[in-house]
């Protein structure tokens, strides 16, 4: 067997890093960590409504009766929840699986994506599994927000480049597209025939509404717009996506056409959760609420404790996570493995997220406060020496 042939897109690097074998390490020893690391909304301690399950025992769930993009009612569902038309959303069960499906439909093999630099590191992955090329394009921090480079970004487009991918709002980095980010990114793709793929699985969680432009029923280029109950819903488990597509009819109505024979080919959304769509939306603003407040309330603890420190923290418009630049005087493997050994505290490093330079650290603004200022205090206590 050891010269079995597999497929080349999978040979990925599988050596398990530094971090993770500290972290084995301390497990293995008992020793409580705290975790700012925390992106699983299901451990952190939020309240869900009573019948939210209640809604999974319909004895219509015994039924199956396929649609390839999705139910009538679960597409309903989701066109009433953004006031966007019905026959152009597509369900599937996972944001991941929506970029494979957009890959099938828009990348032959080699042809080329751009993706955003810093972002959160899964792009690499979901992109060579499906045999596409990418580059990444530069976001710039002004030292109050972040901003997409148009012009780097138009420099790295070649005749093999089919689609820009947004995350909207990024992550790590909380920040929104605004309307003229928009307006530039449309002139250049109608420039190049090219698409917009934006991720807005994080949208509702803005800080404050400012100028946050949403691709949802962008029509002046082919625009595909994804979200899901992961983060909307706070509900990963759940497994239900979707692709809320616009842009110019001929062009959007082939592409539905092509997207409705993909989602034929692999019909993966489950039926009980797609019947659960209509009555989950209407408990959505509740748990959003939540976590917005969580979030606002440990980035606002978070800004009040770095005020006049060594280190800064940067500014966030919404979305799960926040960004500390703190002192280049070791590398961010140093600085999180010191964190971990010492202080028994996991936070990202920036490298993880692509970050073109050091040193950064990332943090989670999901963890219970007590857990988060902790976390946040033996992070300042490592820090201290460099004040």
Known sequence: MDNFHFARRTQWSQQVNALNLALEELKKQQIPIVDLTASNPTECGFFYPA???????????????????GTHKARAAVAKYYNFPSDQVVLTASTSEAYSFLMRLLVNPGEKVLVPAPSYPLFQFLLEINDVAFDY??????????????????????????????VNPNNPTGSYLNQAELNGLNQICQKHRMSIISDEVFWHYHFNEGNLASCVGNHSVLTFTLGGLSKSMALPQMKCAWILSSGPQVVLNEALSRLEII??????????????????????????????ERTKANYQWLSDQMHLHSSSLLAVQGGWYAT????????????????????????????????????????????????????????????????
Request: glycine share 4%; hydrophobic share 40%; proline share 6%.
């Open 51 to 69: 019948d939210l399950l209640g809604v999974l025992t319909q004895p219509e769930n015994l039924q199956y009766h396929p649609d390839a993009c």
């Open 137 to 166: 394009y530069p976001l710039e921090y002004d030292g109050n927000r972040w901003s997409l480079d148009l012009k780097a970004l138009e420099d790295l487009i070649d005749v093999k480049t089919r689609a820009i991918i947004l």
């Open 263 to 292: 989602a034929d080919t692999y019909l993966s959304v489950n039926t009980p959760v797609q019947n659960a769509l209509n009555q989950w939306f209407g408990m959505a603003p509740k748990i959003q609420e939540q976590i917005k």
């Open 324 to 387: 500390l630049r703190i002192p280049a005087v070791k590398s961010e493997e140093e600085w999180v493995l010191e964190f971990l050994r010492e202080e028994h505290l996991l936070v990202y490093p920036g490298y993880f997220f692509d970050f073109d330079k050091e040193a950064y650290m990332i943090v989670s603004l999901l963890p219970e406060t007590d857990i988060f200022k902790e976390g946040i205090r033996r992070l300042k206590n490592r820090l201290k020496p460099y004040n």
